[in-house]
């Protein structure tokens, strides 16, 4: 047995009942509900057993019951069928949706989906060194808080199946598998707790204490038969003159002895130190009146004919417990005898919520004005709100140990106003909030309230609030957001939608400043008839998209295309350049410098001239490439024009190498930056001023802003380019700047 009384009562059956039984208390409309349930599951679960080997149909029959008996709807008590069906079909959803319709079909396979995870999580608890780990026990209780999260319905579910095992194992007398036990003691039965739902709460207890520690059990079980006879004896008598004396006061007073919760005893003896004679709630009575005013007379009366111990008095009427519970407790020692007595005394209302909890009431009927844990519940909504704070709290009871080990502490709950739980990291704010519902929703966040209340949008955001977020029609994300010294988004998944939406942008801005670029070409070429895919397609790009990105970065120069849309002319070379490429066919070795310090490869006094569309500088790697009447054109060895060029006329390439004029002090050679910036005033004087401290001449700037971002090209003179390293590095401090790259 799972509880001592001072008086029988009767006990719930360990198998199941006839589906008549079920609903003998419900309306012919929804007891029908409950028998179509029961003969859809009969010919797929009446053969079959569960982990634990009961029979699975009676099982969902014991759990109907108990469903019933907690005062729940009869969708619930259809769906103790559905769940164990569910598991029996290729396609439940499908199945039971089409027999049921969406909402039943829905509840039945989340619910059977969140007991096959609890399955795993037992079988690897089972397995693990560290049966005990509250960091497993802990993930196991947030995928069961994501699941009620979803249909609430489970809750009650999932509390009436765990029961029916524990009661059934007792009934047979089998011994229930360790981590099941410890399971129901540190997670069920605290959910039940939360919820408010006494009557699940106390038989969990007592049920996993006796599978844990049977022979302490058996122990206080013992104790408590000893002097039953005489207790209840003196129980019956306090009862009937409590009854007689209240009614004479005109309070009419439904008096009734409490049950003996074995767990309670073993609770409080360790907890207090106490043996079994001084446990006060041994000897107790529960007086039930209908309004709050009468709670009251009725403690003056006992305050007043017995003698109260005032350490032992709590008022959970004028202060609930979080979980909603209400009554005045009271201990008081008889006069007679001088033992104590707990005397609880609640209204009806209060003994309804006490024994079944919000959870029942709420079950997808309307929750009226009854409210719940302080909360006034005008609607199923609030009350729908209510239940999922205390299942965040519940998680969060749960999981303190480990928040004093400083685990599991980097996440809250937050609620949408449709009563939808969204996980974010500690800290977390209303855009946070917004990016996580969706990304188009944080894009347009404009304001948020949180709990009805507007919030600054860095405001952090705590467990269990309800957070809703005002958005602009068309909007885009504030740069101030990626600032973390601002503290608007604390969530690195939100820090990186916003970059990707600036991103984007860029992109998009790049791309146009490319796509103008080329038009404005093919419009001074006189080719605007060219289809640019054509074109892109000519040049080796995959899209014309492609082409006009490396445009808009200066990645890619447009004399490529030049080349493509004015093919040379197929005449004789010139005589100078007949000659010196006999010259470079000929041989012969040099190392008298060119104009500009580059020395040719065995050919003396070559007029040559430094590329513009790579600018190189000592100590680059150059290559040369004979032009027609211009001399040799030298390149960076890595330039895309030198590599175009050199890959259709490959004849022409010529080897040079730097001469040593090429370092002497007066030599400089003109380079390229290219800058991407945050466009802002003072930005072009901040980077030239960089310059200036690099003892660098700029000796050209071309700047441009599309949408606030600045691209800007520095034409700097530099004694050879290993000078420019320090100097692109400066640049890049400078707030604002994104990129800084020599062209």
Partial sequence: MSAVQTEPVARPAATGTAPAVLAATAAPEDAGLVERARAFAEPLIASELLETGENMLAHADAVARILRDMAAGTDLQAAAYLVYASEMLSRPHDVIAKAFGEAHANLAVETARLVKVQRLSRATQAASAQPDDPAVQTENVRKMRLAFSRDLRAVLLRLASRLQTLRWHAAQRRPLPAVMARETQQVFAPLANRLGIWQIKWELEDLALRFLEPDTYKQIARWLDEKRADREAYMAALRERLARELGAL??????????????SIVRKMRGKGLDFNHVFDVRALRVIVPGVDDCYAVLAWVHQHFTPIPEEFDDYIAKPKPNGYQSLHTVVRDPADGKPVEIQIRTEAMHAHAEHGVAAHWAYKEAGTKGYAGVSAASSYDAKIAVLRQLLAWERDLSGALRDKGLFDDRIYVL??????????QGATPVD??????????????????????????????????????????????RDWLNA????????????????????????????????????????EGK???????????LGFRSAQALFDVVGKDEYSLRNIEAVLRPPPATAAPPEDEQLLRKMQGGGTSDRPAAGGVLVVGVDSLLTQLARCC????????????????????HRSDCSNFREIAARHPERVIPVTWGGAARSAAAVYPVDVAVE?????????????????ERLNVIGVQTQSVKGVAWMTFTVEVPDAERLGGALAAVRAVTGVRRAHRR
Avoid at 677 to 693: H, K, M, T, W
């Fill in 485 to 524: 010294e601002l503290g608007f988004i604390a969530s690195a998944r939100s820090r990186a939608k916003v970059r990707s939406w600036f991103n984007a942008q860029m992109a998009e801005a790049t791309a146009a400043r490319g796509r103008e670029a080329v038009e404005k070409l093919l419009q001074r």
């Fill in 416 to 425: 949408t106003p449709e009563a939808a739980v969204i996980e974010l990291p």
């Fill in 677 to 693: 910036a945050v466009d802002r005033q003072g930005l072009l004087r901040d980077i030239s001023e960089v310059f200036a401290r």
């Fill in 250 to 263: 005109g309070i009419p007073a439904r008096v009734e002895g409490r049950p003996k919760h074995i767990y």
């Fill in 615 to 634: 600018r190189p500088a000592p100590p680059d790697a150059i290559s040369g490439f004979v032009t027609r009447g211009k001399g040799v054109s030298v």
């Fill in 528 to 538: 605007t008839a060219i289809k640019l895919e054509d074109l892109a397609s000519q």
């Fill in 433 to 478: 909030f917004a990016y996580a519902v969706h990304t188009n929703l944080g894009h347009r966040c404009r304001g948020a309230r949180v709990d009805g209340a507007t919030v600054p949008l860095h405001t952090p955001l705590k467990n269990g609030q309800t957070a809703e977020i005002i958005a602009a029609h068309d909007g885009r994300p504030s």
